[in-house]
């Protein structure tokens, strides 16, 4: 077994914080350690919360971190955060919100940067939500960039998917254009001490009625997360979810496709690390960089075409 699975296993935080970030930096043993971290993850309830910017995401996360610590359950939190195209870098300022958690040994907060990747969240998060669980928390909540239009990778790397919207926002509509709504395992109204919480349920009822979804129903949780309101019926919805997916046929059918579209992800991983390797150690290849008018098209298909020759 991978040294760091190993202390991973026996609960050495320090060894869970040095995994991930292996992970996040594409160490070559990534897919060795993950191998071994595969083997003895724990079966935690992993949790996305999604939505437009100010929806709440944080605060919400915040108070339902309250909750659950009274439950004693223990939970790991990734907040990804966007990265700037320009210099690279990430403000990590979601954990600020949560900061009364820090010296909670039941509770890990982890920024992530997303470093270029779509989809609302970093390229290693599905590993790192893994290390979690096999370090053993019992649940494991993944707070996305909040970007909006990009945001349906979530759905890709967790159990349950809570997506938040606010009364009289306008967020409605830019979620409805997103085609977002159809990954929502339950919608989370926050803010509901504001005027329009009715008519944004009506919306939400009409949308329902009208997409008519098959097996799971996503339930209409309303809450005030500044005042911990509303966390017991959202995590009891959360928790109908997850045994929907372990103990129904539509349920399996969905971790199914999960597990393929995880196993395609990793394959483009390997095979894009590899392409590019075998470009920059070309100088040939890096030279034709230098002409600007050059046609990618042709060099794409070519350096490509190479490359799957040279792998037979």
């Not at 990734?78 to 990430?90: E, K, L, Q, R, Y």
């Not at 939500?129 to 945001?151: H, N, P």
């Not at 009409?206 to 005030?224: C, F, K």
């Not at 399996?252 to 496709?257: A, I």
């Amino acid at each position: 077994m991978h040294p760091l699975a190993e202390r991973i296993q026996n609960q050495d935080m320090r060894a869970l914080a040095r995994a991930i970030t292996l992970i996040e930096n594409e160490d070559p043993e990534k897919l060795p350690l993950m191998s071994d971290i595969f083997s003895i993850q724990k079966k935690a309830h992993y949790i996305g919360i999604t939505g437009s910017p100010g929806a709440g995401k944080s605060s919400l996360i915040n108070h339902l971190l309250t909750f659950l610590r009274k439950q004693e359950l223990t939970v790991a939190v990734i907040a990804v955060d966007p990265t700037s195209p320009f210099s690279g870098g990430a403000l990590l300022g979601d954990r600020t919100r949560m900061n009364q958690h820090f010296l909670d040994p039941g509770i890990f907060i982890r920024s992530m940067a997303t470093r270029g990747s779509l989809g609302g969240l970093a390229r290693a998060t599905k590993d790192s939500i893994r290390v979690c669980d096999a370090y053993g928390f019992d649940v494991v909540l993944v707070e996305t960039v909040g970007v909006g239009q990009s945001e349906l990778d979530v759905m890709k790397v967790v159990d349950t998917t809570g997506l938040v919207l606010t009364p009289n926002s306008g967020d409605v509509l830019q979620i409805f254009k997103a085609g977002i709504m159809e990954i929502a395992d339950l919608f989370l109204i926050n803010k509901a001490d504001l005027p329009g919480v009715r008519k944004l349920k009506s919306t939400l009822d009409e949308y329902l009625m009208i997409i008519q979804p098959e097996g799971w129903q996503p339930p209409i949780v309303e809450t005030v997360a500044t005042e911990s309101k509303g966390m017991a019926d959202a995590w009891e919805k959360m928790q109908d979810h997850r045994t929907y997916l372990y103990e129904t046929e539509a349920g399996m059918k969905r971790r199914k496709d999960q597990l393929q579209l995880e196993v395609y992800d990793l394959i483009r991983e390997e095979i894009w690390r590899n392409v590019k390797s075998s470009v920059e150690t070309d100088p040939e290849k890096i030279q034709a960089f230098q002409n600007p008018d050059a046609d990618p098209y042709q060099l794409a298909r070519s350096w490509f075409q190479e490359w799957a020759g040279k792998d037979e």
